[in-house]
């Protein structure tokens, strides 16, 4: 494993951690705790096998084990607001907030299969391989991601989260 191969698969790393985290600094504290444990761990990497797949598994027990233990609280002291990459027109912004919100409403599970079928166009073997869970499971909570997203965009069901301005 090399250098190069690392910095090319970064960017879905941190842009998966985002996801699944929902908080800018802690997808970076996530990936930077998956590299830390990948470095520790390079003689469990097999060459020749697929090193995104690897990390992505890393990051997945990552969360996991975040999940299982309750964090300390934190507070931010950043005042700029988060910049959310979307088109220029009103209604896109929206949309894109409320598919936020509504990946949010999904459970974990789900949520981490979605994420890798439809944001890191990882296939169902790979999704599989990287959450080590059976193929037909991944199927399953893809297809039971995709239509909750589906019920929670035509409901509106979760209410847009709004910012108090003064």
């Known amino acids: 494993m090399d250098s190069l191969a690392i910095l090319a698969v970064l960017p879905r790393l941190r842009r998966y951690a985002r996801a699944l985290v ?14 830390e444990r990948a470095w520790t761990r390079l003689s469990q990497w097999q ?6 797949a690897w990390l992505f598994s890393i990051m997945h027990n990552l969360r996991i084990d975040q999940m299982r233990r309750p964090a300390p609280p934190m ?6 607001a988060i910049d959310l990459p979307v088109r220029a027109t009103q209604s896109d912004r929206i949309e894109v907030s409320d598919l936020g919100a509504a990946l949010a409403a999904l459970p974990e599970e789900q949520r981490a299969v979605v994420l890798l079928v439809a944001i890191e166009d ?19 909570r893809l297809a039971r991601g995709r239509e909750r997203l589906r019920q929670i965009l035509e409901n509106r069901v979760p209410p847009v989260q709004l910012k108090i301005v003064r």
């Open 22 to 35: 929902g908080n800018r600094e802690a997808a970076d504290d996530l990936v930077q705790d998956t590299l």
């Open 47 to 52: 060459a020749g096998s697929d090193l995104r």
């Open 75 to 80: 507070a931010s002291f950043e005042d700029e």
């Open 122 to 140: 990882m296939s169902y073997a790979e999704v599989a391989a990287t959450l080590d869970i059976p193929l037909g499971t991944v199927m399953s």
